[in-house]
């Protein structure tokens, strides 16, 4: 892959957890969470919250599914259509040798 070069991904309707990335695509389970940007899944919700409660972090679940709706529904319903991710190559070698591989790159 170039330095530079921007790739763009159609995803198109694959449903992932963003936590345990098991595949909710032909999945019609309810419940879940979306944390920030992250989708959570019905099974890992119980954890996730009992996690959330105690570091005192509810103000970062942005959004949860309708009564009814599933996961999936409920992911896609967000994404809105925008089903493409965006990955950007580093611009030269030095950028890349720089970068912070630590960091949550989204
Ligand atoms: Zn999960």
Redesign the pocket.
Known sequence: MPYGAEIIIDIGDTVL??????DFTNSDALG?LLFQSK???????PE?MANVKKHGEERFIRDKPLEFESFRAFILRIRGGNNTVTVTTFNTEEDYNHEDRGKDGG
């Open positions: 957890c963003d936590f345990c990335n098991e879940g989708g959570v899944c019905p099974t890992c919700e996730f």
